[in-house]
């Protein structure tokens, strides 16, 4: 009986994996249809790379710094043949392949700020410093229990700081780090006249934009929902949390937004990235109303990042997941105490600390990474490589090569 239980948690597992790594196309089409044409390709293929390039470093470096887990024994211990460290039925290993797509978002959230004037090698580099080191090292001290952290913020606010899904572990983290990169790369050209005024650059394709929403909405329930990492632990009112924050974000948008659809459908997205923080112990009118809150702060942190701040966050990934990111871990500790009818057991003095930190964390250590590559191999294409697109002058091929033939 025990062996049929293992095997469907690793079914359950495996399931979500897969789930959250289809998330990834999500990210891609995403910013397919808010780039330009001429960056389109290089979208796509940002997003795959950096995906593999994540899976090598996290099995190398990143899991053992998170969980102090290493994969160099034999395959029949990895397996869980043999007893030790691993799990029976490979049900490590596919925890490490869940594991892997949530790291792997780290450099997907962060490509769409960072979209049509970032070289590609000095990304891919950056990758390798984020998802082997930076974030795994935040994720233990978060969900691994590493330095007693976790302890400490029990001992000091009452309660341990709680993050069910990521909220901060993965998506503040992504943000913060996008915005540092941001802020290096500087504007793109033509996205501002000479006395600062923005000039509208639309998106390339709306129904593609429309799609990567929509991928991201379906695989979310994977990534939210099976976070539980065993069906002994699976809880239907993530998934009910999850859906109501996500119909809020969407609302509120609608209605803030004025009918704009590509607020609305970020704002999908916004819901989704607060509830993660409080989505096992939330009630789900107050996930509606974080989800709704999500939106808002996205409609207006975009306008203010792009109008005000002159910051060309692309996609808007900082307002979306950094401070979308924010509120929701902060929000877990509201909205999650017994007194509005959540689980209980968060303190909103840990959420916010703990929120917090994790911004801090995130945008010093984005900063510290992008201003090395910078001041060494350069990040910036160059001005002839950015007005000619980024499909022409790192690929060598546009999204569409048969109009390029001439006859």
Known sequence: MESHVTGADVFFVLLGAILVFAMHSGFAFLEVGTVRHKNQV????????????STVVYFFFGFAIAYGTSFFVSASELSGGTGGLFEAKGLTLVKFFFLTTFAAAIPAIISGGIAERMKFAPQCFATV??????????????????????????ATFGAPFHDFAGSIVVHAVGGWIALAAVMLLGTRIGRYTKDGRPIGIPPSSVPWLALGSWLLCVGWFGFNVMTAQSLENISGLVALNSLMAMVGGILSTLVIGRNDPGFIHNGALAGLVAVCAGSDIMHPIGSLFVGGVAGAIFIYAFNLCQNKLKIDDVLGVWPLHGLCGLWGGIAAGIFGTKALGGMGGVTFAAQLAGSLMGAVYAFVGGYIVYAILKATVGIRLSSDDERMGADLAIHKISANPDTDITR
């Open 42 to 53: 290089n979208a796509l293929v940002k997003i795959l790379v950096d995906f593999a390039i």
């Open 129 to 154: 410093a984020l998802v082997g080191l930076l974030y795994p090292f935040f994720e233990g001290l978060m969900w691994g229990g590493n330095y007693g952290l976790q302890d400490w913020f029990a």
